[in-house]
């Protein structure tokens, strides 16, 4: 079984960070990419950021020059940072791993985590 848990979400101030942390568990050989998604209440969702197995980044216009995504693949995990957040920057974030194997001859398929809550408000 493949679990992606993410932690690091909570309420924060406008203009405060956060370190988002998403980790892969169980039975994996490999991930493509990981990325961070959000979704905001009556919203679709949308994604944040990705980062593919050998470093190569994404950001979406709307954050691109207030988070950081990074990855630690022999931890299987990705991090998120985000700065200067804005209300609308409120969502419930959910991490995503892509192209995930749980062998070497292993199909790929796509996990999605939980999601955690981020509230930005004063």
């Known amino acids: 079984q493949v679990q992606l848990v993410e932690s690091g979400g909570g309420l924060v101030q406008p203009g405060g960070s956060l370190r988002l942390s998403c980790a892969a568990s169980?039975?994996?050989?490999?991930?493509?990419?990981m990325g961070w998604y959000r979704q905001a209440p009556g919203k679709q969702r949308e994604l944040v950021a990705r980062i593919t197995s050998g470093g190569v980044t994404y950001y979406a216009d709307s954050m691109k020059d207030r988070c950081t995504i990074s990855r630690d693949n022999a931890k299987k995990t990705v991090y998120l940072e985000m700065n200067s957040l804005k209300p609308e920057d409120t969502a419930v974030y959910s991490c995503?791993?892509?192209?995930?194997?749980?062998?070497?001859?292993?199909?790929?398929?796509?996990?999605w985590g939980q999601g955690t809550q981020v509230t930005v408000s004063s």
């Open positions: 995503k791993a892509e192209g995930l194997r749980s062998g070497y001859f292993g199909t790929r398929r796509d996990y």
């Open positions: 169980g039975s994996i050989f490999s991930i493509d990419a």
